[in-house]
């Protein structure tokens, strides 16, 4: 990793202690099998019943592995550049005998053979991390066997403009939708540079890698919401905060 990615991934390796520190809390979510969306589950279901080989990039916590294998999956490959995360989420995955692998791996240039998934999984707060939207998707179709689909749950690109106040929706003013990056200035990943991706970027950087475009959502839901309760104007539903996309690797 080159320096300004190492930097990032101290970052996130910090952050990601909340995954050990909850341990016992991610455990009991899992168990409950609730981390995917209702909408997701409507976009996968298809895919989901051919009992695929997922690959998971950036997978985080884990939680939507264990979901996606009782959903359907046969076998999910969770990849992530933290090996804290990596760890504890095998070590949910051991403990709840399900069938997880994971890789600590910087996404795009991943240790995982050509045309070795039937489904790409990603999102939930994984494509700022991405300095190189188009690389990613290369590196997406390279892992897709023909026919096989991507996914993305994601955080709409407008959503870095929306304040957080609670009384209207306000766009912050330090903020642009044609910005390429900023600082990340709050918990977990305080100091991370992150990098600002337009639905425009997203969608061509998926054609140009070989993707047919299936479906592309919005939906006024955040994908994630504050534990102390704290409600937004911004995610009263006139504003959009999600989106899914799904894609199909040609040839």
């Given amino acids: 990793m080159d320096a300004e990615v190492a930097a990032n991934r101290v970052a996130w390796e910090r952050a990601s202690r909340k995954h050990v520190d909850e341990y016992d809390e991610l455990l009991a979510e899992a168990r409950r099998l609730e981390s995917l969306r209702a909408w997701e589950l409507e976009l996968l279901g298809p895919t989901l019943a051919e009992a695929p080989v997922v690959v998971h990039l950036q997978s985080g916590h884990g939680l939507d592995d264990v979901d996606l294998l009782a959903k359907g999956a046969r076998k999910v490959v969770g990849v992530d550049y933290s090996s804290t995360a990596a760890a504890a989420a095998q070590r949910r995955a051991c403990e709840l005998e399900?069938?997880?692998?994971?890789?600590?791996?910087?996404?795009?240039?991943?240790?995982?053979?050509?045309g070795c998934a039937d489904l790409v999984y990603t999102g939930k707060g994984a494509l700022i991390w991405m300095r190189d939207i188009q690389a990613w998707a290369t590196e997406v179709a390279r892992l897709l066997k023909p026919g096989g689909r991507l996914y993305v749950y994601e955080a709409h690109p407008t959503v870095p403009l929306?304040?957080?106040?609670?009384?209207?929706?306000?766009?912050?003013?330090?903020?642009?939708?044609?910005?390429?990056?900023?600082?990340?200035?709050?918990?977990?990943?305080?100091?991370?540079?992150?990098?600002?991706?337009?639905?425009?970027?997203?969608?061509?950087?998926?054609v140009r890698a070989g993707l047919a475009i299936e479906a592309l959502e919005e939906y006024a839901e955040p994908f994630w919401r504050p534990a102390d309760g704290h409600r937004a104007a911004a995610w009263e539903g006139r504003l959009p905060n999600s989106f899914s996309l799904l894609a199909r690797r040609e040839g």
């Fill in 162 to 206: 929306w304040s957080w106040d609670e009384d209207k929706p306000r766009i912050r003013d330090d903020r642009s939708y044609f910005a390429r990056s900023h600082i990340n200035d709050s918990f977990p990943a305080n100091g991370a540079q992150e990098w600002q991706w337009s639905l425009g970027d997203i969608v061509t950087a998926c």
């Fill in 98 to 114: 399900v069938g997880v692998q994971y890789v600590v791996a910087e996404v795009p240039t991943l240790p995982l053979r050509d």
